[in-house]
């Protein structure tokens, strides 16, 4: 402004202001493209978090949720685990949630919740959860509290883990170990049968062959014929029970021949209306085109009679119905599985037994025990009937399964292959008694046993039958013997089961040196089993203790000296 009051323009002021505001600008729009580029790289460094943690989610199966609070609202981050099921959880909601999981697990998990909402305890529970289409599934569930003051939040943040899979695989890992479990036990009480059936059969020849010899000093004493009788008959019983022990330790080679068993079952109906218990009827289902099977009838109609055994007595005090039924299947894999020797067998045509019974049942811990020698819930002596069924139908190369409750009857099924892998022979050079009206020429016998009473009734046997004894107590004693007499010796008796060295081991010296010389080998274990382990050597033949006199004069008229 002069001094007569106009007012003037001043250019250079003016643009000195505007160049000021004109920087204050510049500077404020630097300040915010680096704002803004900051912006966009935590944008950016928020979404390749994001996408990181979907991407390990993914990788990880797992499931992640949200649970906002108070609300409750539900929300399901990442929904690999369930899949288009998820979608329909968060839909849902918490309620839902709630509901789904298994009314077993439920109240367990749902307080482990209320733990965490209220003092923060982390949260970590497997469960059994529902999807919506009804399959259920097994979770673990883990989550934490989120609680944020700027801005305010709170919620409930958890992973699932899908672990279906794992738990049926533990499941089955489970039922495996028990089948091995079971096998070892069952191995072990094979050896055990086995060894207590030779001890037995020792001790019972020294009975039943020193009772036969007495009842031939005694044939114009009727008492002390009767007493001896009795003595006799009882061994007798004593050793059908080790024959049964045996039995149980299958498999052996069995006598087989084509069998309908059907034929068996029918063969049986008179005997079976003769011992009905009173109520009990029996219902038969038998297919009329059920196949033959290679199988030992006397040991199958033993089965037969031990199984209908069982339901009359589970039966006796109420009544009810016994159902038999015959069937030809095709086992397949999936098939064997669960069944008793099922890992044992191959896929294939099997003739299936099944007998069902309304009687009281059986729990599960004596379920698990019914196929164990001696085990019985019946009176003492009972035990071995089923043991039985077990040694048998594990020979003949078939399966067993038995299912049962208590208050709901039994079912046990048995499956015979019709054409088994490997399928019994008949047994080889096992002697057979002969009448006592045989003669023989034998004359002298090496006896080779560890046993002393089986030694001293042997050679009482051979001298009532003309012959003199030689005896050695172990096998190198017997070697020793052998060399001592030479040519003397025309028949060797020799123990299977001896220490120092066994009777195979010294059957063979005795052939590699005498190729001609006949060797017989005596063994509590089964004939039929020692023949086919044995069968590379030349043997003369096999006794199985205890024998009687005419047996042991068989082995004298068969070796023909």
């Keep these: 402004m002069d001094q007569s009051g106009e ?11 505007l160049q000021q505001q004109l920087a204050v600008l510049r500077l404020r729009l630097e300040q915010v493209e680096q704002e803004s580029a900051e912006r966009d790289q935590l944008a950016a460094t928020l979404r390749l978090a994001e996408r990181r943690l979907r991407l390990i989610a993914s990788l990880s199966g797992d499931s992640i949720y949200e649970v906002a609070l108070p609300n409750q609202r539900f929300y399901i981050h990442s929904r690999d685990t369930y899949s288009a099921a998820s979608l329909q ?37 497997e469960y059994r959860f529902r999807l919506p289409h009804g399959q259920w599934i097994h979770l673990v569930d883990r989550s934490t509290l989120l609680e944020m003051e700027d801005p305010p939040y709170r919620c409930q943040i958890g992973v699932t883990t899908d672990i279906t899979e794992q738990v049926q695989q533990k499941a089955a890992r489970k039922v495996l170990e028990r089948e091995v479990q079971q096998m070892r036990h069952l191995e072990s009480l094979i050896a055990m049968a086995g060894g207590i059936s030779h001890d037995y059969n020792n001790m019972l020849m020294a009975i039943m062959g020193n009772t036969e010899l007495a009842l031939e000093l005694a044939p114009q004493q009727p008492p002390l014929q009767r007493t001896l009788h009795a003595i006799f ?71 037969l009679t031990n199984l209908i055994t069982n339901a009359f007595e589970a039966m006796s005090s109420h009544g009810g119905e016994l159902c038999i039924t015959t069937k ?16 044992e067998r191959q896929p294939g045509a099997y003739v299936q037994l099944s007998m069902r019974d309304t009687g009281h049942g059986i729990d599960q811990a004596t379920l698990e025990r019914i196929f164990e020698p001696f085990f019985s819930t019946r009176f003492v002596g009972r035990g071995l009937g089923l043991a039985v069924v077990h040694g048998v139908v594990r020979g003949h190369g078939g399966m067993l399964h038995v299912e049962s409750q208590p208050g709901q009857g039994t079912t046990c099924h048995l499956w015979l292959p019709v054409n088994p892998t490997s399928a019994a022979k008949p047994a ?43 005896e050695a107590a172990d096998g190198l004693a017997g070697l020793a013997k052998l060399e001592e007499l030479g040519d003397q010796i025309e028949l060797v008796l020799v123990d299977l089961t001896m220490p120092v060295m066994s009777g195979g081991a ?3 010296a005795v052939l590699a040196q005498h190729p001609t010389l006949p060797v017989i080998l005596m063994s509590g274990y089964a004939a039929h089993e020692v023949t086919r382990q044995y069968q590379h050597l030349p043997l003369a033949g096999v006794l199985q203790k205890p024998f009687r006199l005419d047996e042991l004069q068989g082995v004298l008229y068969h070796v023909r000296l």
Excluded at 103 to 125: C, I, M, N, S, Y
Excluded at 266 to 291: C, E, F, K, M, N
Excluded at 328 to 343: N, S
Aim: proline share 7%.
């Design 7 to 17: 007012t003037h323009d001043d250019p250079a002021g003016e643009t000195a202001a």
């Design 233 to 303: 008959q009882a061994a007798q019983r004593a050793a059908d029970l080790t024959a049964k022990m045996l039995a149980y330790a299958g498999p052996q080679p069995l006598e087989v021949q084509p069998v309908s068993l059907n034929a068996l079952i029918q063969a049986l109906q008179d005997l079976l209306r003769a011992s009905l218990p009173p109520g009990v009827q029996i219902t038969y289902q038998l297919d009329p085109q059920l196949p033959l099977i290679p199988a030992c009838s006397l040991q199958l109609r033993q089965v």
């Design 328 to 343: 030809l299947v095709a086992c397949t894999q999936d098939d064997l599985v669960g069944l008793i020797f099922g890992h």
């Design 428 to 470: 080889a050079s096992v002697v057979d008694a002969v009448p006592a009206s045989q003669p023989h020429a034998t004359k002298h016998v090496l006896v080779i046993d560890d046993d002393p009473a089986v030694r001293v009734v042997t050679g009482r046997m051979l001298s009532k039958l003309g012959c003199t004894m030689c």
């Design 506 to 508: 010294v059957a063979a």
């Design 89 to 125: 959880v968060e839909q849902l909601g918490l309620d839902y949630w709630q509901e789904a999981i298994h009314e077993e697990d439920r109240e367990r998990v749902l307080q482990a919740r209320q733990r965490l909402l209220h003092d923060g305890t982390p949260f970590h529970e």
